[in-house]
């Protein structure tokens, strides 16, 4: 029998990237900042989810080309989760400090996925 607490646990590629972490902080910002506004709530979380997605999947990519083109998929639905809490806020559809919870995470994520877009 193995104990299972010793035995490291496989990674997939993705796993290996800061931009994968970084773009999960920004699904749970986007998360945190619980829109009211129903369709733009899950506008923003799609927009979140999908930069996630295209960050594991950019790295499963064999061709540098294929590659930068789904980071820089990743690129713009990070940008456009951001672009959803922003709005939210100024709708009066979220808590005013949202955005500004939300913003560091995604600038971090939007400078990550330029240089990997490279």
Known sequence: MTDRRTIARPRLPHHNLLAYKVAL???G?????EIRDAK???QAMRAAKSAAL???EAAGRVSPADRARVFAIAR???MEAAAAVEIAVLAADADGDAFEAC??????LVALLT???R
Do not use: K, T
Not at 29 to 33: S, Y
Not at 103 to 108: N, S, T, V
């Open 29 to 33: 910002a986007v998360r945190a900042a």
């Open 103 to 108: 913003l560091p995470i995604a600038e971090r």
């Open 76 to 78: 713009g639905e990070a």
């Open 25 to 27: 902080e920004l699904l």
């Open 115 to 117: 240089g990997l877009c």
């Open 40 to 42: 733009l709530r899950d």
């Open 54 to 56: 295209n960050v594991a």
